[in-house]
């Protein structure tokens, strides 16, 4: 880090503490990245830092949407099971009678 002065595209003076290479000497001119108004910035990304990003964030987004699906269709089958678990009672407390010979509560014998 260095203590430098540079002009931003207005002609503005500016002063300010910026990194530079360890072998720069007072004196020597290096390159700075500069925002809007002039003051020191750091330097854009380059493409391979756009890259990985969007692919992380291409990536993410799709794991969102697969554990979003999968939770939802977790949730649907469960109530299908739970539906479809009900519907054989129902259906069962009709046929197990007749099929098993027993009695149903509260039936007598003779009482078919």
């Not at 203590?3 to 530079?20: E, I, L």
Request: hydrophobic share 40%; aromatic share 8%.
């Amino acid at each position: 880090m260095a203590r430098a002065t540079w002009r931003d595209p207005a002609r503005r003076v500016h002063t300010g503490t910026v990194p530079v290479p360890a072998a720069t000497r007072r004196g020597d001119a290096v390159s700075l990245w500069t925002d809007d108004h002039g003051n020191a910035a750091t330097a854009p990304p380059g493409t391979p830092d756009i890259a990985l990003n969007a692919i992380g964030f291409g990536t993410g987004a799709f794991v969102g949407i697969a554990l979003a699906a999968g939770g939802v269709l977790y949730a649907r089958l469960r109530l299908v099971n739970a539906r479809s678990a009900q519907e054989w009672e129902r259906e069962w407390e009709s046929v197990e009678p007749a099929w098993s010979g027993r009695l149903r509560p509260g039936q007598g014998a003779g009482d078919d």
